[in-house]
């Protein structure tokens, strides 16, 4: 288990147009050869825009780009026509495939926060999709077939425990409050890179938690998906 702390993010985006970026992961002028990706994860990003700031439309391909809103409301339009608000609770997915154009903004009143994940897929090409689960359950995985991998979502009452997925590979990253993981315990913003983590519990701290947790085979899907 490796175990990466909040304050070691890199620090990004462009504080004076609103935009707040903390990189967990190797990305754009923040190269690091030994930090580029865990399985499938090649970005995990938590994005902060100020209300009426935003990113402007730009292009991706062959990524599978999952997104967690934790405050506020995120605004996304794209070059397939689609456009949506995505709201606390919500999973977007845009699978930008050969080629696609996106924006993200905070068109709302308030500070939006947002947890924005990018996952390598298994095949290129293809053409780009997208979709938006409402309020996803903590018992209802969501998964990603072209990148074999599923998404977790746990939230946690004040000493509950929760099981790691047995899978090659697990990704826990802590959107809010602390768990015990091991022998280690993590906070807001905290991540832990899991190999083999067969028989390992996080048991939330005095303030619970709220994780998001992927679960990556070492090829193909994972096997609770087979």
Known sequence: MEV??????????????GIE????????????????????????????LAPGAGFAEHPHSH??????????????????????????????HLSAAAGVRHSERNEGAEPLAFVQMWLAPLEPGGDPSYEVVRGIA??????????????HVRRLTPSERTALPDAARVYVH???????????????GDSARVTGPEGLDAVATAT??????????????????R
Not at 22 to 44: K, V
Not at 71 to 83: I, V
Not at 138 to 150: F, K, S
Not at 174 to 188: A, K, N, P, Q, S
Request: aromatic share 6%.
């Open 63 to 92: 990524t599978e780009i999952v997104t967690w809103v934790t405050e506020g409301e995120l605004t996304h339009r794209d070059s397939t026509g689609r456009a949506s608000v995505i709201r606390p609770g919500d999973v977007q």
């Open 21 to 48: 970026s903390r990189h967990a992961f190797s990305f754009g002028p923040h190269y690091d050869p030994d930090n580029l990706r865990f399985g499938a994860l090649i970005a995990c990003n938590e994005e902060r």
């Open 138 to 151: 903590d018992a209802t995985p969501y998964a990603v077939p072209a990148v074999g991998a599923l998404l």
């Open 174 to 188: 802590v959107v809010r409050g602390g768990v015990r993981l091991g022998e280690e315990t993590l906070g807001t």
């Open 208 to 225: 619970g938690a709220e994780l998001l947790l992927w679960e990556m085979a070492a090829r193909g899907v994972p096997r609770s998906h």
């Open 4 to 17: 990466r702390r909040a304050d070691e993010r890199h620090r990004g985006g462009d504080p004076e147009a």
